[in-house]
Structure formats: structure tokens, C-alpha cells
């Protein structure tokens, strides 16, 4: 079956634009999660989904982060008045529910950079 | 919190066994632990869990001592595509905090024919 998808693959954007990323989960799944993965590094982990609910948004790095989901499936992350430090890839996740036990699975990411 | 401590990296030779060790001195009762492997430019992809003793699987095994405050991820006789990034990570449900499942750097293990 399809995996988790995402959307743009790339995007380019200039300082103190806004952006919008997309990710599309596993059908079936409840959980949805959100990581950011700079260059050479380990990953952030932003925010996660149980439904539409976001019970944790605390590793959300600054009020210029959101993030929703509709109708338990499709989520979009939106960065507002991009700014560079958050050049990065960004990453989804969906898993049956929100466990530590239960296997996530990634989608491709995005790869965000703000010129 | 079970915050967790890798080698950053690991250099090997191909057909070589690979053990990588993961420290988490404050894994909770209820904790699992999870291994993932990262490729350049993909993302992460699930290798084994376990709770205690040993987890096989046709991937790799997974040691946890009684004490479960390490484990180790052994990957036996390696080739140069196992080169990648390998995570460990202890949790249980996410329950509202957002430190119960975290990715450190992971181990970058590098293979050499």
C-alpha cells in the first residue's frame, strides 16, 4: 500500500515568506508526527497528532510554527515569516496510535530552505 | 525522561559484525526500546524493538541486560549499504510530553569495503 507522502519535495523561499508543507499518512493511522532535521543532525521532534488533536505542541520551536490536521488524516505545517535557521528537512510520521511501541513510519520529507 | 547516549560514529569493514551500544540510564518500567536506521536524504526507517533479553529478526538482534539501562543493536556481517545513521529510541505512550520518544544524533556507521 502507499506509503506516507509529502509535499513539495523541495521548496525555495525567500526570508519572512510563509510556507506551507504537507503530509499525507498512512491510511488507517491516527498518529501523525512532525520532526525538523538539520544538516548533519539528530532529529527535532516538533509535534505530534492523536486524531485531530495535537496534545503536545511544546517542541514547536517558536509561535511562528503551526500545525493542523483535518479529518484525522492530511496535516499541514505552516511556518510563518520564515526566517533562515529554519532551513531544514522536515519530516512526517504516522503510526497506528501514538505509542512508543507502535512503528512509525516517514514519509520522504521536505526540504525547506529560506534564502 | 529516558534521554538516551550513542557513540557518533563507527567505522567497519564489510562482512564484519557491528555492535553499537545505547546507553539510557533512566528507562522507565513501562519504556520500549526501538532501534531505527537512516539513509542520506531518506527518512528513518523502523529495525527492531525490544522490551528485555534478546529480539531477532532477519535484520538484526537486539540485546537488553536485566538492568535495562543499555541495549545493543548487532548487525551481523555488514555491508557497505548498512552505511547509515542508526537511532535508539525508549518510550512508551507520548502522553502529553514530548520528551517520551526522542531522537538523539544516532550512531553514523560507516562500512568499508
Known amino acids: 500500500g502507499a506509503g506516507v507522502s509529502q509535499s513539495p519535495s523541495n521548496k525555495v523561499t525567500e526570508k519572512g515568506k510563509d510556507v506551507e508543507l504537507r503530509c499525507d499518512p498512512i491510511?488507517?493511522?491516527?498518529?501523525l508526527y512532525w520532526y525538523r532535521q538539520s544538516l548533519g543532525q539528530g532529529l527535532e521532534f516538533l509535534i505530534y497528532?492523536?486524531?485531530?488533536?495535537?496534545?503536545?505542541k511544546s517542541g514547536l520551536p517558536s509561535d511562528r510554527f503551526s500545525a493542523e490536521r483535518t479529518g484525522g488524516s492530511v496535516s499541514t505545517l505552516t511556518i510563518q515569516r520564515t526566517q533562515q535557521e529554519d532551513s531544514a528537512v522536515y519530516l512526517c510520521a504516522s503510526s497506528l496510535v501514538a505509542s512508543g511501541t507502535d512503528t512509525q513510519y516517514f514519509g520522504p520529507g521536505t526540504r525547506l530552505t529560506v534564502l | 525522561l529516558a534521554k538516551t547516549t550513542q557513540p557518533i560514529s563507527m567505522d567497519s569493514y564489510e562482512g564484519q559484525e557491528v555492535n553499537i551500544t545505547c546507553s539510557h540510564n533512566n528507562i522507565a518500567t513501562n519504556d520500549y526500546i526501538t532501534w531505527y536506521q537512516q539513509f542520506p536524504s531518506q527518512g528513518p526507517r523502523f529495525i527492531i524493538q525490544?522490551?528485555?533479553t534478546k529480539v531477532t529478526n532477519e535484520v538484526a538482534s537486539l540485546f537488553i541486560p536485566a538492568d535495562r539501562k543499555s541495549s545493543t543493536l548487532s548487525l551481523p556481517r555488514v555491508s557497505l549499504s548498512d552505511t547509515a545513521v542508526y537511532y535508539c529510541l525508549v518510550g512508551t505512550n507520548y502522553g502529553g510530553s514530548q520528551g517520551n520518544l526522542i531522537f538523539g544524533k544516532g550512531t553514523k556507521l560507516s562500512v568499508k569495503p
Open positions: 491510511s488507517g493511522h491516527t498518529a
Open positions: 497528532f492523536q486524531g485531530n488533536s495535537a496534545p503536545d
Open positions: 525490544g522490551y528485555k
